[in-house]
């Protein structure tokens, strides 16, 4: 008799067998129709062949848009291919609908995207990323970010560095795409997840401009530019940029974000081909945001408020703890602003070449990175607590400490608290919350380059051999820790905190050291080569694989560490046990290899509808952070701690773009092996695991349009991810990621004559429940979003839109508390959504 597990693991076993056949069916079925479906295909383009047709209604403008639409992500030749004719899973979105989606940062662009799920709630930056069935605790290991199709970074996510934040999205933008596996494991930097790959706006013939006044929710003030041109015989160029300043929808009390950017490309047409420099210089200032105070019932099934704690529109950040100082070592103190936040101070600059030579079709794409990324944040740390409750702690631990007891000369019996703004005492009832102020300075370079060259070597069949190449480096210097204990209340008050045996708790806020405080400098080169080959069997079918042979490189010095007082006073105790480097270093590097390969097809039903079928081998490698936290090169070199994971993906999919409806559906598997985890709690601790994971499902992306100026779309996925391999998590749901989402937005235009016209549109979004860890301990609710907006076209110049987002003050949660392990009721730290904002703008053509 079969017991509950075995027969949970027999189904999903049944299920993969399923998958896998259904493959082996979609690929058998495109060759064995190849020769039969030719002379049928022939005659359907002949028959289908349209004749001049009366001026389209705008309705029929974008279904047209649509059929024609090409994507250059993923793709082995330079110049596309139609999206209904890949075979693989992918989605566009150009720039009406990135505006319309009123994306909170670049990050929150994904939320467009079936099968990714963005925690968008920290601000600009610092998104954790999660895509189907791939295991990830934090960041966006899985997300590559480019811009032209060159990797922005060439390492997707490092510690407080994740791929979204080092780009900002303005009015230069003509479209992204966002492909999901697929081929895209053989080319540019090889990533088995998603790409998320935003191309610029060039100049044409016809000159364009356009500049937008933004404001709204937070005293938001922003101005976008954009201008481009022929500016001679073969010669193209656009610039545009924006700046702003807001105090966001959590108010510190100071600018939240405050910064600019500018783009500028510039293009030469060639005899067939094309040449473009684009060069990009951001200064942005972005303010982090993570838990606040909230209770939680029921081990988190049920969320409320905290008492005098608005969620949705609070953050415990003021300007009394804004300018912090971090004690660093003895004598030796450094001055940090909270304004700084996760920003990005950097330029990109990149030149994409294409050219075809007597049959060879010629690319090479590059580009140079060089920006400070620095982490200026708060970290919440252990739950609130009273006043009360926390000097009676303070006590024990004092009382406990035999350095400490000895320098007072005697136990305490009390202490006092006071704020340390006006020096008022604080009543033991007074709920309080401790919060760790970190600095992180990240300074990052890179160069990649991309070599590709194509010929059809024989009629309908082209193969394509490429290179890649990229060197990258990190200097880093951190201090995290700094604990400070303030008021659980929005802009809260710092305290300080003193026994009656002389032992200082607590100054200027301060409660306790920095934990970990290592320096180092980074390395890191990687050069892949491949070769693909794509097979026009015949106008209906159409045939790929790939293969990609990878080498990376990376080494460090890292800095040694000690502990110690940095004042040699053990009754000061918030700096006992100061982490600080010990003036000695570590170097550590680490060689690996790995082949990745793709296969697919794609078979046309109808001249606008296509299934595909696609299997593909992945990997990562090891980043910068695996040196560090392994300490030794022994310990680098363990593969059972430190593995090279893999993944492999199968797909099935179907696409289709008619007058009344599109659709875009593919089912999903996947096989995740070897990936190690990391998690640093709030007493400096730091929780290591290696995992694999498996995940089974279904995306979608379905417009209905059952009348004149009507779309109903539905975009979405259904999934079952779980893990493996590690007895401690084996059969857990893969966290942060919700096995049902998605979103429903209906779109109606109003022609109002004289080429008038209002659009109204909505979002509703449902995020299914999750687990915020990977033991399935920390439960977040499900939640569910209501976003709308309107845009009124007066004429072809002028727009006026005003959109608002959780327009329901939903409050839902992104994040549990990452610095603490296990379920918890009663007073918590987490991170939810943003409540209600509103933008209205006034965009002017010219």
């Known amino acids: 008799m079969l017991t509950p597990l075995k027969k949970k693991a027999k189904h999903m076993k049944s299920q993969n067998k399923f998958l896998l056949s259904s493959v082996t069916l979609a690929v058998l079925t495109l060759m064995s129709q190849a020769q039969a479906a030719e002379a049928e295909a022939q005659a359907a383009a002949t028959a289908t062949t349209p004749a001049a047709a009366p001026a389209a209604t705008p309705a029929k403008d974008s279904v047209a848009a649509e059929l024609q639409t090409v994507v250059v992500t993923g793709v082995a030749g330079a110049r596309g291919v139609r999206k209904l004719d890949s075979a693989f899973s992918i989605t566009t979105a150009n720039e009406e609908q990135l505006k319309a989606a009123s994306p909170s940062s670049t990050a929150d662009v994904l939320k467009l995207v079936p099968g990714v799920y ?30 032209q199709g060159n990797p922005i970074y060439p390492v997707p996510t490092l510690s407080f560095f994740e791929g979204s934040s080092a780009f900002r999205l303005d009015d230069t933008i003509e479209r992204v795409e966002v492909l999901r596996g697929g081929p895209s494991t053989i080319f540019s930097d090889g990533q088995p997840g998603a790409t998320m790959n935003f191309i610029l706006k060039k100049g044409t013939d016809t000159p364009e401009g356009t500049i937008r006044f933004t404001t709204g929710t937070g005293e938001l003030r922003r101005v976008d530019l954009f ?3 022929k500016i001679g015989e073969g010669w193209y160029g656009s610039v545009g940029g924006f700046y702003r300043t807001t105090h966001g929808v959590r108010d510190s009390g100071f600018p939240s974000d405050d910064g600019h950017q500018l783009t500028a490309t510039l293009t030469r047409k060639l005899d067939q081909g094309e040449l473009t420099v684009y060069a990009r ?22 969320i409320s408020a905290f008492p005098g704690f608005d969620p949705l529109k ?17 004598g030796r103190t450094l001055n940090y602003d909270l304004g700084d936040g996760r920003g990005l101070k950097a330029t990109v600059f990149g030149a994409e070449f294409d050219q075809t030579i007597n049959g060879w079709n010629v690319s090479n794409k590059f580009n140079r990175f060089d920006g400070d990324m620095n982490t200026i944040a708060m970290f919440t740390g252990n739950n609130p607590l009273t006043m009360g409750a926390y000097k009676a ?35 033991d009832s007074t709920q309080v919350v401790q919060a760790g102020l970190w600095a992180v300075a990240k300074k990052l370079k890179s160069f990649t380059d991309e070599l590709r060259v194509s010929r059809e070597w024989i009629q309908n069949n082209t193969v394509t051999v490429g290179a890649y190449f990229a060197n990258y480096t990190s200097e880093d210097e951190w201090y995290l820790g700094s604990s400070h204990l303030m008021t659980a209340v929005p802009n809260a008050s710092l305290i300080n905190v003193r026994l009656n045996n002389g032992v200082v708790v607590s100054n200027n806020g301060k409660e306790g050291p920095v934990f970990f405080a290592p320096n180092a400098s980074y390395d890191g080169s990687n050069t892949a080569f491949y070769v693909s080959n794509e097979w026009k069997v015949n106008d209906r079918v159409k045939v790929d694989a790939g293969v990609r042979r990878e080498r990376q490189k990376i080494s460090g010095s890292v800095s040694n560490l000690v502990s110690g007082d940095t004042d040699a006073n053990p009754l000061t105790v918030y700096n006992n046990g100061t982490s600080m480097p010990s003036g000695a270093y570590t170097a550590l590097s680490r060689k690996d290899t790995a082949t990745s390969f793709t296969v697919g097809g794609n078979y046309k039903l109808t001249k606008d509808s296509s299934v595909f079928a696609r299997a593909n081998s992945g990997h990562t490698f090891i980043a910068f952070d695996t040196l560090r936290n392994a300490g030794t090169q022994a310990n680098v070199d363990d593969r059972s701690q430190n593995p090279t994971p893999t993944v492999k993906q199968f797909e099935v999919g179907f696409k289709t773009v008619g007058a009344l409806y599109s659709a875009y559906i593919n089912a999903f598997h996947t096989q995740f092996d070897g990936i190690a985890f990391q998690q640093i709690l709030a007493n400096g601790s730091i929780l290591n695991s290696v995992s694999g994971s498996k995940g089974t499902g279904l995306e979608f992306e379905i417009a209905v349009r059952p009348v004149k100026n009507l779309t ?34 209906p779109t109606y235009k109003i022609p109002l004559g004289d080429d008038n016209s209002l659009k109204l549109y909505a979002t509703y979004t449902s ?74 703008s006034l965009l002017y053509r010219f």
């Open 118 to 147: 963005a925690e968008a709630t920290g601000g600009q930056s610092g998104a954790n990323i999660e895509v189907r069935g791939f295991p990830s605790g934090s960041d966006s290991p899985f997300v590559s970010v480019q811009m």
């Open 227 to 229: 201008y481009g041109a």
């Open 281 to 302: 210089s951001t200064d942005d200032k972005n303010a982090f945001y993570t838990g606040v105070p909230l209770i939680s019932a029921n081990e988190g099934r049920g």
């Open 314 to 330: 609070g953050t415990l950040m003021s300007n009394e703890m804004r300018r912090f100082t971090v004690e660093a070592g003895p």
């Open 393 to 427: 702690a303070a006590i024990a631990s004092a009382n406990g400490d035999a350095a400490v007891l000895a320098a007072a000369g005697r136990p305490a019996t009390s202490a006092a608290a006071t704020y340390l703004t006006g020096g008022a005492a604080v009543p």
């Open 712 to 745: 109903l779309s539905l975009t979405g996925d259904y999934q079952k991810s779980e893990y493996k391999d590690n007895p401690a998590t084996a059969g857990n749901d893969v966290q942060r990621q919700p096995k049902l989402q998605f979103r429903f937005t």
């Open 767 to 840: 995020i299914g429940a999750r687990w915020a860890d990977q033991a399935n301990t920390q439960y977040l609710p499900s939640y569910r979003t209501i976003d709308a907006g309107a845009l009124y076209a007066i004429g072809e110049k002028i727009e006026v839109r005003l959109a608002g987002t959780n327009l329901s003050n939903e409050l839902g949660l992104t994040e549990g508390n990452s610095r603490l392990t296990g379920a918890s009721s009663g007073p918590i730290n987490a991170r939810p959504l943003f409540g209600r904002a509103v933008e209205a």
